[in-house]
């Protein structure tokens, strides 16, 4: 029985470049670093690279948050520790400043037609709404996406993060964390994405997805755009119920 319907963010409720986003985002935050160490802000840079590669690593087996591999990975590359307390508030305050202004420009962000739709329909039909985001970045930097996108942390019940993530898409492992937080399983669970790798659990652990990109996978439940699936979205539920 589906419980919880859980949506991936970027290109799926919200439109943007996410490549131009993150760029910006470790421009920014390394340039911060530089200047707060004295590194080089480009070696910066590059570790921050090395650690989202390792957060979205197959072969992970260590119990750290994603935020935490990360830190330990700024520090091994480049002697900076994120999570010292001075450290932490310059980032924290250049989170909640200067990255909810980056979504203008090349980021070119704005919500999905038929996202906010989608998102109450679920809440209509008695169903546990989720933000399935890859968590490789912070609450804080997923809040000012969400803003983009035209909602808030109130529209869903758990929203996935750096801080509160021990794995990463695609991995099995990723989706059955968040939906154990949610107190259910995957295979009581949809999860609404537009990237054919990363919102597909790998391997299969009974999540089902509905696909709202531009291809057409052959594992899909449902194939389609953002702004039909408001109205479908109460089919696809009573088939996957049936199947």
């Not at 419980?3 to 290109?11: G, I, M, P, S």
């Not at 004295?38 to 957060?55: E, H, K, T």
């Not at 962000?109 to 399935?132: Q, S, Y």
């Amino acid at each position: 029985m589906i419980k919880a319907v859980l949506f991936d963010l970027d290109d799926t409720l919200l439109s943007l470049n996410l490549t131009a986003f993150l760029a910006a985002y470790v421009n920014g935050a390394s340039g911060l670093l530089a200047r707060a160490s004295g590194r080089l802000r480009v070696n910066i840079m590059s570790a921050y690279a090395r650690a989202w590669l390792a957060v979205e690593g197959e072969k992970r087996r260590d119990r750290m948050t994603n935020a935490q591999l990360v830190n330990s990975i700024m520090l091994r590359q480049c002697g900076i520790p994120l999570d010292d307390p001075v450290i932490d508030d310059m980032i924290r305050c250049y989170e909640q400043t200067v990255v909810p202004r980056m979504g203008s420009g090349l980021v070119r962000a704005k919500p999905k037609e038929g996202a906010r739709e989608a998102v109450d329909a679920v809440w209509g039909m008695g169903l546990t709404c989720a933000l399935a985001t890859n968590p490789v970045v912070s609450m804080q930097c997923d809040l000012a996406r969400m803003e983009w996108a035209g909602f808030s942390a109130d529209d869903f019940a758990l929203v996935s993060c750096a801080e509160n993530s021990t794995r990463a898409k695609p991995w099995a492992s990723y989706y059955e964390e968040f939906c154990g937080k949610l107190g259910l399983t995957p295979s009581e669970c949809l999860m609404v994405g537009n990237d054919a790798k990363r919102d597909f659990a790998h391997p299969e652990c009974g999540l089902r997805t509905i696909y709202v990109g531009h291809a057409r996978p052959t594992r899909a439940v449902w194939s389609g755009q953002m702004r039909d699936l408001a109205v479908a979205l109460p089919y696809i539920v009573d088939e996957a119920n049936r199947s």
